[in-house]
């Protein structure tokens, strides 16, 4: 079969964002790359589909800031090198009550990274968005740097560029283990990648499955990780006729995080004539190959639709949302992401990057930089790793310790 008597340099195991970003990263690295994709590229059963993801610089966790700035330069290499433009510049808007321990954290790290920012209270977040958000006399607005980026059209656009730098690209072709392949049996020596299409070997394999992440980590080397699929669902709500000039990005809507009882985001009129995007950051746990990929519009309208009567008035329509999109979080219980080589007999061959939590899209570029250098050099710097690695998990089963909110919805998580 075709490719089954070549070794690659590096066989990357998951086509979404990250695995097509990576592989697109070490083509350009001068590694001979196999990508492969259980579905079809492009499909809408894991994390990575849709029409928008927000990009912004603001973190109640001090080691993400950095990693955005990163992103944004490559995001610009990328779309440079393909002629594509896959994101969009806005400003971003972090609200919610001033005693809030998750955007008081927010502040603080935007402070101390010298961030460019404002601080407005309630009224003067109304005066710059021309009375479209409606705050509680007691909430704050952090304004910063922020955008928006096309999902799907980004997975694609890494996906060609990493064709045109020399990679294969394979998809349905489910990868069913990871072996160690060991030559004149003195141990070492790269690694079989066993799949529904044959047998494949690499030197090096990074791991980017997602929610399946868990199972396959189980499967190949019997690792147990704390990375739970969550299905999902983005909504979208009516802005009434008359008011559709406030909701675009060209008049300076934003996209917006707000942190409450709840973690709602959204992003500005962009995607489809008239509807503006609004969503809970959450889900409840499913089974990735199983699950229903329909929208949970039930719990949008329960959680979501009094957040939006009260902060748009009657400028959105709050009853329920007009549409809605299923997608699936692949999630750590710090919420942070999963950047670290598999271990054991595989010692630093192949390197697993899973548990994006629904926050690691706009850090794809960055990650694929990482992951290249661990695959060449062993290590990457830049990036503070200690905060990824599997083993935060061995001594405290919630992981990185957090003085602030969990910012999942629980609620949903419970149904
Ligand atoms: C509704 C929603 C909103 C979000 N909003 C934001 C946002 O605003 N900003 C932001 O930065 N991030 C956001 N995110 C998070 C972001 O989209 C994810 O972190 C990112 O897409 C994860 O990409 P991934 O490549 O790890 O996973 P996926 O896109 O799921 O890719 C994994 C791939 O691996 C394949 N695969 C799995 N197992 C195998 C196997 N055995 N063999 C071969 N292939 C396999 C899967 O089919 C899949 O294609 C959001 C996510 C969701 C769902």
Redesign the pocket.
Known sequence: MEHQNRVFDVIV???????SSAAYHLAKCSQNVLL????DFL?Q????H?ES??LRLTYPEPYYPGMVHESLDLWEQAQLESGLRVFTETRHLDLGPVENRSLGAVIEVCRAKSMAHQLLDSKQVGELFQQVFDLPENWVGLVTKGGFIK?TKAVSMFQSLAMRRGAILKDN???LDIERESRGGGGGGGVRVISTKGMFTSKKCVV?????ASR?AKRVSGIELPIRPLH?T?GYWRVRPEFWPEFLPENGFPTFACYDKDYI?GTPMSEFPGLVKI?LHGGYACDPDTRECTPDLASLEKVVGPWVRALFRDRVEAEKPALGQA????MTPDEDFVIDFFGGDFGKDVVLA?G?S??????APVVARVVTDLVLKGEAEGVELDYFKMRRFEDNPKGNPKVFEDQVSSYLESN
């Open positions: 195991v998951g086509a979404g964002i990250m695995g492969l994709e259980q579905f499909h059963r894991g994390s990575s849709g993801r927000t999902p072709t489910e990868v980017t499955v997602g929610a399946w396959l999902t983005v985001y969503a997608c699936m979080y692949s899973s994006f629904g926050h690691g899209f706009k850090m």
